[in-house]
């Protein structure tokens, strides 16, 4: 039997994660002197709070090879995939390599640099758990998703530079200027990192809809089996807009949302929306 793991950066609903059983590691978060795991015993309403009060930004840290090893099953024969964060946002793929040769079960874990981050991660994941369904090998099942890998569409628009500042992210005079003239970056996942594609400007609702209006091409040559619409707390009433307009192309056969998990949030922060999937090209 083939198990699906994936690192907690995946930002899957507990609904979804149930339902297609997948085994969540999660990372961590610091708060000052404090560590809380992603998903577990921390919320990113908790986390923009505490930062708000300090005005820094959250620290992050990949799972231990300690924490990935009581994952897997010692006993039995399964074969396991674990999706990680990108490797070069994170240590947590080479710490799931390390946990597999401690193991000495590098025959039966598979771990996939995913290149990417939040449900860009989980679309990979979903399909990675319906194969497994289906009976499939872990070697069939990774060969189809280094395949698809690629072709995963992530991309995010920010409602504020103040986190990517905290974190070093961009220059104060960035973060000063785009909050005074309601600039609002496009920020996509591109080879494993994050780069600036377009900078909108206005309000948020508005700008929110334009980023989706931009993809309408690309969306309609999308695979039709799901597109995420995943935020880090937005008004419902932008959600509803995005999803209204996703309804509107007749095209997917699942819309679904998501909330971003805390490591997400701690360096996008709130109001920050993505519509991901995967390319039909």
């Known amino acids: ?14 609904e979804l994660i149930g339902k297609y059983g997948i085994r969540i590691i999660p990372l961590y978060v610091r708060l000052g002197e404090e560590e809380y795991k992603d998903g577990v015993n921390i919320t990113p309403d908790e986390l923009y709070k505490w930062s708000d009060a300090h005005g820094e930004t959250p ?56 290149a990417n981050l939040s449900t860009g ?18 070697a069939e099942i990774v060969s189809y998703i280094e395949s698809i890998k690629g072709k995963v569409r992530a991309s995010f628009v920010i409602d504020t530079l103040v986190y990517l500042h905290r974190g070093g992210r961009c220059s104060g005079l960035a973060a000063f200027f785009g909050s005074a003239l309601k600039l609002h970056p496009r920020i996509s996942v591109d080879n494993g990192a994050m ?3 377009k900078k909108y400007r206005g309000k948020i609702d508005r700008c ?62 709130p109001g920050t929306l993505g519509v991901l999937f995967i390319s039909g090209e």
């Open 1 to 14: 039997m083939v198990k699906i793991i994936s690192d907690s950066t995946c930002d899957l609903s507990k």
């Open 59 to 114: 620290k992050t840290a990949a799972s231990s090879v300690a924490d990935i090893e009581e994952y897997i099953d010692k006993e039995g024969d399964d074969e396991y995939i674990i999706f990680t964060i990108s490797s070069q946002m994170s240590a947590n793929f080479n710490n799931c390599k390390l946990a597999a040769e401690d193991l000495e079960m590098e025959d039966r874990i598979f771990v996939i640099d995913s």
């Open 208 to 269: 929110v809809l334009d980023y989706v209006k931009d993809m309408e091409p690309a969306l309609l040559k999308a695979e039709k089996a799901r597109v995420f619409i995943t935020h880090s707390g937005c008004d419902s009433a932008i959600v509803d807009s995005v999803r209204a307009y996703l309804e509107s192309l007749n095209h997917f056969d699942e819309i679904l949302e998501t909330r971003a998990g805390a490591v997400i949030s701690s360096h996008c922060g």
């Open 121 to 138: 991660i989980g679309l990979q994941v979903l399909c990675a758990a319906e194969l497994a369904a289906e009976g499939k090998k872990a």
């Open 195 to 197: 780069h600036p594609e």
